[in-house]
């Protein structure tokens, strides 16, 4: 579906600048169908955002990321987000 992380960029492997993040879900094992995160984390320091979503689909996870840019400003959202680095879950197939 997408691209391998190997092909991740050095510069965004070395850990040197702030703004590259990763994401990735998690569902709640006792109730997975109310208790969904969304997981963005900075590969240098580690700031992490976390947020619930609906359910575990591309359309909440998009939502989700277009209410955030929204509540930061697309100018800001672009300064903040450098990268984002997903695995190739079906809930990131429309990143």
Same mark, same amino acid.
């Given at each position: 579906?997408?691209?391998?992380?190997?092909?991740?960029?050095?510069?965004?492997?070395?850990?040197?600048?702030?703004?590259?993040?990763?994401?990735?879900?998690?569902?709640?094992?006792?109730?997975?169908? &109310?208790?969904?995160?969304?997981?963005?984390? &900075?590969?240098?320091?580690?700031?992490?955002?976390?947020?619930?979503?609906? &359910?575990?689909?591309?359309?909440?996870?998009?939502?989700?990321?277009?209410?955030?840019?929204?509540?930061?400003?697309?100018?800001?959202?672009?300064?903040?987000?450098?990268?984002?680095?997903?695995?190739?879950?079906?809930?990131?197939?429309?990143?």
């Amino acid at each position: 579906m997408g691209r391998s992380i190997n092909e991740r960029p050095a510069y965004i492997n070395s850990r040197s600048e702030i703004g590259h993040f990763e994401i990735d879900t998690v569902v709640s094992k006792k109730d997975s169908m &109310d208790n969904i995160l969304i997981v963005l984390t &900075d590969r240098l320091s580690r700031y992490t955002m976390i947020f619930r979503i609906k &359910d575990k689909s591309s359309e909440s996870v998009n939502k989700k990321l277009e209410e955030l840019k929204s509540s930061m400003g697309e100018k800001v959202s672009y300064q903040i987000f450098k990268s984002l680095t997903s695995d190739n879950g079906l809930e990131f197939s429309r990143l």
